[in-house]
């Protein structure tokens, strides 16, 4: 008995993926481009939803929320931040294997122009400002939980919670000055220049 020929299935899944995939950005480009225009607090779905040219329900079939269009991106990435903190080499101390990881992770899926907009979007909206805090906290459970794996020895991720924090924080201070200098520097340069002056003001402690 033949097998059945699996090519035309394969082709209309690939189809409908890339189907989705064009939804998707449609949705979150006209979401964009109306946050930015005129405010985030001040756009619906409805609008978002009539200039992706889709239907209401077709946007929520994608983002539970317009909030999620701008700090879905954020959560995406925790599961493969995780992983790359677990990984990093035993030697390296606690700090570095964030920083490392982060470079590791979050620059290769960077895009500089979206990043930029991103944080434009956020800084201009209150709601979106705490919502990206609850997301922030998040990550350093996340991260903190991560410490506590790549060390072993049934440690406890709250031992690791400070050390998190404070290497997210000046993560979180890198991309700010990044986006004070109208995105120009290399934000990979930002990043590693931020994290050694914070090793020196720590070591003069």
């Known amino acids: 008995m033949s097998l059945p020929d699996t090519s035309l299935l394969t082709k209309q899944t690939g189809l409908r993926a890339r189907k989705r995939l064009r939804t ?9 481009t109306l946050f ?11 609008q978002i939803a009539e200039l992706a040219e889709v239907a209401t329900a077709t946007f929520f079939r994608y983002f539970p929320g317009k909030a999620d269009v701008v700090l879905n991106f954020q959560d995406a990435l925790l599961p493969a931040l995780w992983e790359a903190v677990v990984r990093r080499p035993p030697e390296e101390g606690d700090f570095l294997a964030v920083k490392n990881a982060i470079k590791q992770v979050w620059l290769v899926e960077f895009d500089k122009a979206l990043t930029a907009r991103l944080a434009k979007i956020i800084a201009h ?21 991560a ?3 790549r ?38 340069d930002v990043i ?14």
């Open 125 to 145: 909206s209150p709601p979106l400002r705490r919502l990206s805090y609850d997301v922030g906290r998040g990550w350093v459970i996340g991260v903190g939980k």
């Open 24 to 32: 998707q950005r449609a949705i979150r480009e006209a979401a964009l």
């Open 147 to 149: 410490l506590a794996v």
């Open 151 to 188: 060390r072993g020895n049934d440690r406890a991720p709250e031992d690791f919670a400070l050390r998190a924090r404070v290497a997210l924080a000046v993560f979180s201070h890198s991309v700010g000055l990044w986006i004070a200098g109208d995105c120009v520097a290399e934000l990979g």
């Open 36 to 46: 930015t225009e005129q405010g985030y607090e001040d756009t619906t779905v409805e």
């Open 192 to 205: 590693e220049e931020q994290y050694d002056q914070f090793t020196k003001i720590f070591e003069e402690l």
